[in-house]
């Protein structure tokens, strides 16, 4: 996260007021993440997380994000609980901003995950899927091939200060995935954003899963595209086929691919790779003065999506090789 939006102390005791939480204690801003305001909330009844809503996250989606949360916590799956209010909401305004309180998770996020860990959030993102697929409510993914072609059109003027030549690259990778995107493939409730600092670790297996703002309706094997992207390659750029083989061995112990979906993934990860090149140039092209947040590096995944052009198959994932 990052804190683009302060809380004033009456403000936040008012808010507070609407809950049974006891005493506040402290309320610490949270230097992590990218896209919402998070404090760590301290009250006599323990810890917990503070949300206000940013730019990117829309008002009408937020009813998706809390029962989605609420669901899959009672399905059994260690993610943030929303906690609801005494008048039951667990939706309301702080600051100007939708805010939220969610429960806090133990666990740590890895900061170099291994083999083990990428085995084990392959099983995580199974289990969510197959978790999510009894919640009712649906949530179109902003963030598919109408959504990207937005996003490079607001970059296309200033992308070649980031990289020479980056706009027309953008453009024919975007043409390349608007021609050959899959009509369908299996699909339900997706993180769409289960990077490792959305999971937390205790040792080398899952303890919890965080940051549900970009869950939407999709494929789930993009789900597994945008994991194989975040966690199997190195910080020298080099992809790491072991991880990758761990990772989806994880995710199919849980839930198995069709082979179309298996056909499809070098193409959707490919489409992961340009979503985040997208979102992090944005990001990059116009941050915000003031705010605590560290922008991304966007060429990092214009060197993913470098990579997933010359994969040979699914074996390249470890899908489909035994
Ligand atoms: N439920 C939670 N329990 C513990 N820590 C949390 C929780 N939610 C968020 N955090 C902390 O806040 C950071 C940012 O949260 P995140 O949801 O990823 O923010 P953003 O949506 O802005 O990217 C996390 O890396 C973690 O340190
Ligand atoms: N995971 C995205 C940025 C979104 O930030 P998060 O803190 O919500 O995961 C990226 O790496 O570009």
């Known amino acids: 996260m990052a804190v683009y939006t302060d809380v004033d102390d009456d403000a936040l005791a008012a808010f507070l007021a609407e809950y049974d ?29 503070l949300t206000l809503f940013e730019k990117r996250v829309a008002e009408a989606d937020l009813p998706f994000f809390i029962g989605l949360m609420d669901h899959l916590a009672l399905s059994g799956l260690s993610c943030p609980t929303p906690i609801h209010g005494r008048d039951r909401k ?4 702080l600051a100007g901003r939708p805010a939220v309180i969610v429960s806090f998770l133990t666990g740590m ?8 860990q990428c085995g084990s959030v392959g099983a995580a993102l199974a289990g969510l899927h197959l978790s ?17 072609r937005r996003l490079a059109a607001d970059c296309r003027d200033r992308a070649d200060s980031v990289r020479p030549g980056l706009a027309a690259e953008i453009d024919a990778e975007l043409a390349f995935l608007e021609a050959n995107w899959p ?36 494929f789930y ?29 994880g995710y199919l ?16 990860c490919r489409g992961a ?21 560290r922008p991304k590096d966007p060429l990092e995944y214009l060197s993913k999506l470098r990579f997933h052009r010359t994969a040979e198959g699914p074996g390249t994932y470890g899908i489909g090789h035994d």
Not at 33 to 42: D, R
Not at 90 to 93: D, E, I, N, V, Y
Not at 253 to 260: F, I, K, N, T, V
């Open 183 to 218: 009509a369908a493939l299996p699909g339900g409730v997706i993180h769409a954003d289960l990077f490792p600092d959305n999971v937390f670790f205790i040792g080398d297996d899952v303890s919890g899963l965080i940051d549900f703002y970009f869950a939407c309706n999709d």
């Open 132 to 148: 999510g697929a009894g919640f009712a409510l649906k949530r179109t993914n902003a963030l598919s091939l109408p959504g990207w």
């Open 90 to 93: 667990a939706l309301r305004q």
């Open 21 to 49: 939480l006891g005493e506040m204690l402290s309320l610490k801003g949270i230097a992590e993440g990218v896209e919402n305001s998070n404090f760590l909330l301290e009250t006599t009844r323990g810890r917990f997380i």
């Open 273 to 293: 790779a340009l979503r985040f090149l997208l979102t992090r140039l944005y990001d990059w092209l116009n941050q915000v003065p003031g705010a605590l947040v």
């Open 221 to 249: 094997a993009y789900d597994l595209a945008i994991c194989l992207n975040a966690w199997c390659f190195e910080p020298d750029g080099a992809f790491n086929a072991t991880k990758a083989l761990a990772l989806s061995r």
């Open 109 to 116: 996020w890895p900061r170099k995950p291994n083999v083990a």
């Open 253 to 268: 112990g849980g839930r198995p691919l069709s082979e179309a979906e298996a056909a499809a993934i070098p193409l959707l």
